[in-house]
């Protein structure tokens, strides 16, 4: 009989290194290499930008300076950069800025703090609690739904045309957005860490404190980032009620005399205070968020 030889190639142990550092398949090019010869495709959204926050409020101000030296915008309909410069230097000399500005930001700060501090209370008694949420969720849900602009009159003929009017109606405009975004990440904290909580024995109070308010901080933040925006937008609305100082009884006397200049450099106080209040809470959201790691990190 005749033996039939095997062609089969034998490895060697040359041939199976060289083998495990060869290109993954001719079919899948994306496929990288382990051996680092290659970078690493990125997916994500890169290497965080210095003062990121400022880029397109720089550029909407260069496209403004540009369009009105060329004539392109009308010094009527919105009067020019330096124009708007030399106005902001001639009121802060005179004292009229910086007096209405720390009016504005007193009223602001106060109802803030009043209004982000109802919104966790109410979303901690509504997310932990089903009477809670029965109780605290529809009025809430009421209240977003009505304008500010509708609740003050009914506001005036309560509380009268004072600050304790002003304060009211912010806060509670203030309140919704913390109110929400922190309710909906309190009911999404994972189960398993409830269990684990009740398996160790923690009282309702370390709950609260180590698992519940800890998991609601995304959420918190979000909705504190919306309301300092509201805050600013809800003062616009309260300053022009009988109001003898702030940046929104300034706008107020100017468009009655028609000085758009100062309409404007209040427009620009509102963006700047807005901005810088993000700025702030997104400083303080990294800090105390630290722990997270996300796509947004």
């Given at each position: 009989m005749t033996r039939t030889m095997s062609t089969t190639p034998t490895l060697t142990a040359d041939d199976n290194l060289t083998a495990q550092h060869a290109d993954p398949s001719p079919d899948y090019p994306h496929l990288e290499h382990r051996?680092?010869?290659?970078?690493?495709?990125?997916?994500?959204?890169?290497?965080?930008?210095?003062?990121?926050?400022?880029?397109?409020?720089?550029?909407?101000?260069?496209?403004?300076?540009?369009?009105?030296?060329?004539?392109?915008?009308?010094?009527?309909t919105l009067p020019h950069p330096l124009d708007i410069a030399r106005t902001v230097q001639q009121m802060w000399v005179?004292?009229?800025?910086?007096a209405n500005i720390l009016s504005?930001?007193?009223?602001?700060?106060?109802s803030l703090f009043i209004g982000a501090a109802l919104g966790l209370a109410?979303?901690?008694?509504?997310?932990?609690?089903?009477?809670?949420?029965?109780?605290?969720?529809?009025?809430?849900?009421?209240?977003?739904?009505?304008?500010?602009?509708?609740?003050?009159p009914l506001a005036i003929i309560w509380f009268g045309i004072g600050d304790t009017m002003k304060i009211i109606i912010i806060a509670t405009s203030?309140?919704?957005?913390?109110?929400?975004?922190?309710?909906?990440?309190?009911?999404?904290?994972?189960?398993?860490?409830?269990?684990?909580?009740?398996?160790?024995?923690?009282?309702?109070?370390?709950?609260?404190?180590?698992?519940?308010?800890?998991?609601?901080?995304?959420?918190?933040?979000?909705?504190?980032?919306?309301a300092v925006t509201i805050s600013w937008t809800?003062?616009?609305?309260?300053?022009?009620?009988?109001?003898?100082?702030?940046?929104?009884?300034?706008?107020?006397?100017?468009?009655l005399?028609?000085?758009?200049?100062?309409?404007?450099?209040?427009?620009?106080v509102y963006a700047v205070f807005g901005l810088a209040g993000d700025y702030a809470v997104r400083s303080i959201e990294r800090r105390a968020l630290s722990w997270r790691r996300a796509l947004g990190n």
């Open positions: 051996s680092g010869t290659q970078r690493r495709r990125r997916l994500g959204p890169g290497k965080a930008i210095p003062a990121s926050l400022a880029v397109g409020p720089v550029l909407l101000v260069v496209l403004w300076l540009v369009t009105s030296q060329l004539g392109i915008l009308d010094p009527d005179d004292g009229r800025l910086p504005s930001l007193k009223l602001a700060a106060i109410l979303a901690l008694i509504s997310g932990l609690s089903r009477i809670g949420e029965a109780i605290v969720d529809g009025p809430v849900q009421v209240k977003r739904a009505v304008p500010t602009l509708a609740i003050i203030v309140l919704i957005p913390v109110y929400i975004n922190t309710t909906a990440q309190l009911k999404g904290v994972d189960l398993r860490h409830v269990e684990l909580a009740e398996t160790v024995g923690l009282s309702r109070a370390q709950f609260i404190r180590k698992v519940a308010i800890p998991g609601a901080l995304p959420g918190f933040f979000t909705g504190l980032r919306l809800a003062l616009v609305v309260v300053e022009q009620v009988n109001a003898t100082s702030g940046i929104g009884f300034l706008m107020t006397q100017a468009r005399y028609g000085q758009l200049d100062i309409v404007v450099v209040g427009l620009l």
